[in-house]
């Protein structure tokens, strides 16, 4: 069965054609703002698929993409009633973001349990799952990208940045102390979050990143232990074959 994934987040719109036994093709991303059916239908008009799998955060932008799916292919969201096959020990399961969900069933199915899945979007999440496995909540923090924005809208002589590795702690130009402040500091932010969690749950739980700017972050986090840059994917890609019973 060829499966249509789709990540709705705040930012983009990941879309991806999973095939039987698990191999991704044609991966695009539309600007989540632009999501719409005429977009999609240049996106997404000459590939052929099953079934289609939505995980969003966006509402307004989920009904578009079922709207738009309906006709042509069944469509499964995902949610807590969802086939996760982990358990959900957290008070309001249908207040869980899809994509948090997602994230659980993917680090369970592809690295181990415990585990803390940081996923580095528009905000920075840290999903915990227990050795049960369950999924038992988390942190949400600012995103990298949205903190270097802000300073450079809410301030009159600080520019946008583009982020990369500082060469140095002390910076020497006002960039150069921008990103210093970014990248560094946001390794610490990462670095106590993730040791209180640690102290919290029980196991020797791994750390895996996810997201746009996991490789960059993780490379300064030696308590970061895997960069999984698809997790997500996989996570929703899993739950889709098992609602479709279309496991390989």
Not at 59 to 81: C, G, M, N, Y
Not at 208 to 229: C, K, M, Y
Request: charged share 20%.
């Amino acid at each position: 069965m060829r499966l249509l994934l789709i990540d709705n987040s705040n930012t983009r719109t990941k879309l991806t054609l999973s095939l039987p036994g698990g191999a991704f093709q044609h991966t695009c991303w539309i600007p989540t703002a632009d999501v719409s059916p005429e977009a999609l239908e240049t996106t997404l008009g000459n590939l052929s698929f099953d079934g289609a799998v939505i995980c969003s955060v966006v509402p307004e932008k989920s009904r578009i993409l079922h709207d738009f799916l309906a006709p042509r292919v069944p469509v499964h969201h995902l949610t807590a009633e969802s086939p996760l096959e982990i358990g959900i020990d957290y008070p309001e399961p249908d207040r869980i973001g899809a994509d948090r969900l997602a994230n659980a069933v993917g680090v369970v199915a592809r690295h181990q349990a415990p585990a803390v899945v940081i996923d580095f979007g528009t905000a920075v999440t840290f999903d915990v799952v227990s050795a049960a496995p369950s999924y038992l909540g988390g942190v949400i923090a600012p995103g990298l990208g949205a903190m270097g924005e802000y300073l450079g809208r809410k301030t009159a002589l600080l520019p946008l940045i583009d982020l990369e590795e500082p060469a140095h702690a002390i910076g020497r130009s006002t960039v150069e102390a921008m990103r210093a402040g970014a990248v560094i500091g946001y390794r610490g932010l990462v670095r106590e979050i993730l040791a209180s969690i640690r102290r919290e749950l029980p196991g020797d739980a791994i750390a895996v990143a996810t997201g746009g700017d996991a490789a960059l972050i993780a490379r300064g986090v030696p308590e970061i232990q895997r960069v999984d840059s698809e997790l997500t994917l996989h996570g929703i890609e899993l739950v889709g074959r098992r609602h479709f019973g279309a496991l390989p």
